[in-house]
């Protein structure tokens, strides 16, 4: 059971546009930490696809964009291309005795039709 | 470019120990916070360690007690010694590499291509 909430798989058709929650709580993104996004293409090792919430790294499409309310985040891809076909990771921070710890989403899959 | 490059899975008996590698170019592994994620096999992503820059470390419940994590800054190196290893502990291990900005912390943002680790009889 992972702290953050993800949809276990999403599907779109070419050009389409899709959206990946993740929900969390008041200890981790309702607690203002910022959220990440990671793309895994199968057998490969995650990529930074988001960082703070909205911010994408150098070379990452613009067809990517994330977003942050309250106790939620939302990743929404434009556009879609048979390349996007991955899983998808939010990430963000929990509150604990010892300090903020990383806590992950379950991973969502994204299926192009 | 930074890179990294992880070394040291295998296959291990239950209540076993490994040693993880991760080799570090183009970025110093001291000055930077360095963390250990694992994905079982069909699974999502788990947090396992971390090192931050001035030093201190921490550990996920799961592997407290049992694993350590440590760097040589004459090898520019990450590892992770793991120890009383289980089942459970059979995964893909990467090391990443934590961006900063002033006080942001900005996601992974290189990740090694992993090492499987496979912990059975």
């Known amino acids: 059971q992972s702290v953050l909430t993800q949809p276990p798989s999403v599907s779109g058709a070419p050009g389409q546009r899709v959206t990946i929650s993740c929900t969390g709580s008041?200890?981790?993104?309702?607690?203002?930490?910022?959220v990440h996004w990671y793309q895994q293409l199968p057998g490969t090792a995650p990529k930074l696809l988001i960082y703070g919430n909205n911010n994408r790294p150098s070379g990452v499409p613009d067809r990517f964009s994330g977003s942050k309310s309250g106790t939620s985040a939302s990743l929404a891809i434009t556009g879609l291309q048979a390349e996007d076909e991955a899983d998808y990771y939010c990430?963000?921070?929990?509150?604990?005795?010892?300090?903020?710890?990383?806590?992950f989403g379950g991973g969502t899959k994204l299926t192009v039709l | 470019e930074a890179q990294l490059v992880e070394s040291g899975g295998g296959l291990v008996q239950p209540g076993g120990s490994l040693r993880l590698s991760c080799a570090a170019s183009?970025?110093?592994?001291?000055?930077?916070?360095m963390r250990w994620v694992r994905q079982a096999p069909g699974k999502g992503l788990e947090w396992v360690s971390v090192l931050f820059s001035g030093g201190s470390s921490y550990y996920a419940d799961s592997v407290k007690g049992r694993f350590s994590i440590s760097r040589d800054i004459s090898k520019n190196t990450l590892f992770l010694q793991m120890n009383s290893l289980r089942a459970g502990d059979t995964a893909v291990y990467y090391c990443?590499?934590?961006?900063?900005?002033?006080?942001?912390?900005?996601?992974?943002?290189?990740w090694g291509q992993g090492t499987l680790v496979t912990v059975s009889s």
């Open positions: 990430q963000s921070y929990d509150s604990s005795p010892s300090g903020a710890h990383v806590v």
């Open positions: 990443a590499r934590e961006d900063r900005f002033g006080g942001n912390l900005r996601g992974f943002d290189y």
């Open positions: 008041s200890s981790n993104i309702g607690a203002s930490y910022d």
């Open positions: 183009g970025f110093t592994v001291s000055s930077n916070h």
